[in-house]
Nanobody, 118 residues
């Protein structure tokens, strides 16, 4: 089992920046990658960013490309999502997730609220 705990959400003005953190514990050695998803009110959960362990390969949703950066601190088993040039449409609950193979995500954090005011 893997446990994920997110932190760093909050209220920020449009154009501002925020960094989310996700710390993993448990059988982290079994993971192939971690990712961030988000869910805005009345909308489905959507992919935001992904980081593959082995080759440090990253991928981003088009809506956040160039504004968000996913990174990790191996020593702390922590993945970060640095968000800049935030827009009101970035407002959502952000979830950290992890996978051991493919794109099946059995592990999820509790979510952290990000609110961007205009």
């Amino acid at each position: 089992q893997v446990q994920l705990v997110e932190s760093g959400g909050g209220l920020v003005q449009a154009g501002g920046s925020l960094t989310l953190s996700c710390t993993a514990s448990g059988r982290t050695f079994s993971l192939s990658h971690m990712a961030w998803f988000r869910q805005a009110p009345g909308k489905e959960r959507e992919f935001v960013a992904r980081l593959w362990w082995s080759a440090e390969i990253t991928s981003y949703a088009d809506s956040v490309k160039g504004r968000f950066t996913i990174s990790r601190d191996n020593a702390k088993n922590t993945v970060y999502l640095q968000m800049s040039s935030l827009k009101p449409e970035d407002t959502a609950v952000y979830y950290c997730t992890a996978a051991s193979s493919g794109y099946d995500y059995p592990y999820w954090g509790q979510g952290t609220q990000v609110t961007v005011s205009s």
